[in-house]
């Protein structure tokens, strides 16, 4: 029937059966305005439309006069049909895809931020939620820890931000976010500091806080990375109420079964576990933040396990390597060290790599050089999200081929004396290395770090027994290199201009840009004085220049001149390829600053204390040799 006609019946019917079909006729104008509506807005946003991706919901007008008096108009009287329920206080962005940018131009209110369940359960999937949280200083962090869940296809993440500069640079990048109203420092607090403590103490009282909103906890440090989705994993374990890394170096499991408990005799690590919502747990972490909260002086990790070892065992019933802890209900499991990797397992002995396993994740303890260490440690591993100009340093990157004597890698026994040995050989090229970066203004790309003995914090034998570390092994630029040092900005009046450095694995990492590789020379030592080697800015093939041994500070400068839009230098060698510098306070400088950057080897237990210096020019000291400190007034750098 037609609006028309019907008009007409309307007109001749009596007064009930016109306020009835007056009723009907307003009910299906609006539904049809509503169909047109809805329509048209599908087609706004089909497959081929892409506008979704930057312009998620405004978050505004919940905050707005109009928007308060919008909610309040909603409310319902009894008998009343429920009206449709308000946005929530935190609006859709919370809940849109990560990496998608706010389309509104303001910051929501700091109140939009908070924790609640409502907040976490716009990110919970299959009843987990992922959470890590720091300080601005850990942004970096924080965006490759993201990057990397997003990657294995996870997006069931939230991150809580300790101070609000993260919390809006966060919220700007699309990246869920909370506030953790700790209003904290926005720069690196140092591990051990009275901040990094209340850090710990942060991370207890979030966790106590989130256990009661009913869902599995993943929670994690950001100085980790996943490496593989862990969900799957961890749902083998249904029954545990606390599955938790471990400090264990020693494998007690070849395969990825949990590490048996009985012979994990190293802390449990708590900057990764997982957590599931039961009484047990709840009880745990309760009682956790109590201890902490009670006495400053005890930290986070070392509570933790006092609290958890209270009772250790029996075991729980089935062969899932699950133990009774804590309070004698708690079901515990130790994640295996060799694919939850720590620090030691994965950067020292590869362990995943010897036992053919897949790593899950690796957390950057058992390093030095504080947390420049650390990401130095990510970036050598190529799991470290840098921005594109990380990959293309103004001025290019200098690299060279490190010679390493097969003698001194595998000859003679493993002792400090061979290790020395070893490393000392390649300080004296990196030396070298350092010194053409300074002169060409180029970024070194250092080159990878062979050790014969493992470094660590106490007296040992070369490397742990019962560890799977090989010998000799590529270790860690920390190792031997105060990193930390390496990358501080100091004073040039003393030190001169600073010398950046990348990692050894730099031009593998796929996401060095392909122009960047390609524009490339090489640079082959020769004999000054023979056939075909002289000074000459002039390449004697395609892409390749030979350069005389021994050449001095000015002579690199005009050589390479013709050569700055050149973004990788490589030279076949370190070995005699500099004299030194023409400018004697360059040198001074230069000197002042490369001996701050090489740090210690720990440690002998036949002296105390055990720790031996090494030396950036150990070779102009006749008779050097590696010995601990003799007395006190020896026990510092060389410098």
């Not at 609006?30 to 087609?43: K, M, N």
């Not at 109140?111 to 907040?119: A, I, W």
């Not at 994993?233 to 007690?252: H, I």
């Amino acid at each position: 029937m037609g609006l028309k006609d019907s008009c007409q019946e309307v007109a001749s019917s009596r007064p009930l059966f016109l306020t009835i079909y007056t009723t009907v006729i307003v009910g299906i104008v609006f539904s049809s305005l509503y169909v047109f509506s809805a329509v048209y807005s599908a087609d706004k946003s089909s497959p081929d439309s892409t506008s979704w991706l930057s312009s998620p919901p405004s978050l505004s007008y919940v905050d707005s006069p109009f928007g308060q008096a919008f909610n309040s108009s909603l409310a319902t009287t009894d008998g009343a049909a429920a009206a449709p329920a308000p946005p929530s206080q935190h609006g859709d962005a919370l809940a849109n895809p990560i990496w998608v940018a706010p389309k509104k131009s303001k910051m929501p209110s700091l109140k939009t931020f908070r924790l609640t369940k409502e907040l976490v359960e716009q990110r919970v999937k299959d009843n987990v939620i992922i959470v890590t949280f720091g300080n601005y200083a850990f942004m970096d962090f924080i965006l490759s820890w993201v990057k990397h869940l997003t990657e294995l296809n996870l997006s069931n993440l939230l991150v809580g931000a300790m101070d609000t500069k993260l919390l809006e640079a966060l919220y700007w990048k699309g990246i869920p976010v909370f506030d953790m109203g700790s209003h904290m420092s926005t720069v690196d607090v140092g591990w051990g500091s009275p901040t990094f403590h209340k850090m710990g103490r942060e991370k207890v009282i979030l966790i106590d806080a989130i256990l009661p909103f009913g869902y599995e906890l993943l929670m994690c440090d950001t100085d980790m990375v996943w490496l593989k989705n862990p969900l799957p994993y961890l749902a083998r374990y249904p029954e545990a109420d606390v599955l938790t890394s471990s400090d264990q170096v020693v494998p007690t499991v070849v395969d990825d079964r949990l590490d048996i408990w009985q012979q994990v005799g190293a802390a449990y690590n708590i900057g990764i576990f997982h957590w599931r919502p039961t009484e047990s747990a709840k009880r745990l972490a309760k009682e956790w933040k109590d201890v902490l909260l009670a006495d400053e002086k005890i930290w986070d990790q070392n509570g933790f396990n006092d609290i958890v070892r209270r009772q250790l065992g029996p075991a729980v019933d089935g062969d899932d390597g699950l133990v009774y802890a804590f309070d004698g209900s708690l079901k515990l499991g130790v994640l295996p060290a060799s694919i939850f990797c720590s620090g030691h397992t994965y950067f020292v002995q590869a362990m995943y790599q010897q036992l053919r396993l897949e790593p899950y994740a690796v957390h950057t303890t058992f390093q030095y050089a504080g947390t420049e260490g650390k990401r130095h440690r990510l970036r050598e591993a190529m799991v470290f999200y840098d921005p594109p100009e990380y990959y293309d340093e103004p001025g290019g990157f200098l690299s060279f081929k490190p010679s390493i004597p097969k003698s001194l890698l595998l000859d003679g026994d493993h002792t400090i004396d061979t290790h020395f040995t070893l490393i000392n050989y390649q300080i004296k090229q990196i030396r070298t290395a350092l010194a053409i970066s300074l002169v060409l203004n180029r970024t070194l790309i250092m080159p990878p770090l062979w050790c014969r003995l493992d470094r660590l914090w106490f007296p040992h034998p070369g490397v742990l027994e019962g560890s799977m570390t090989r010998q000799p092994f590529i270790c860690p630029l920390d190792h031997v290199f105060e990193v930390n040092v390496m990358l501080k900005e100091m004073p040039e009046d003393e030190f001169g201009p600073g010398i950046n450095i990348r990692e050894y694995s730099l031009l593998d990492n796929p996401l060095m840009p392909k122009e960047v590789k390609e524009s490339w020379l090489d640079v082959k030592l020769c004999q000054g004085g023979t056939k075909d080697c002289e000074v000459t800015n002039s390449t004697s093939s395609p892409g390749v220049i030979r350069l005389p041994k021994h050449s001095n500070e000015e002579t690199l400068k005009m050589v390479f001149s013709s050569f700055k839009d050149i973004k990788i230098i490589q030279f076949s060698s370190m070995q005699d390829a500099f004299e030194g510098f023409t400018d004697q306070k360059m040198e001074e400088q230069f000197r002042n600053r490369v001996k701050r950057y090489v740090g210690i080897w720990c440690c002998t237990g036949d002296h105390v204390p055990g720790h031996i210096f090494y030396d950036m020019y150990w070779d102009e000291k006749p008779g050097w040799k590696p010995v601990p400190p003799q007395t006190s007034a020896d026990d510092h750098p060389n410098w």
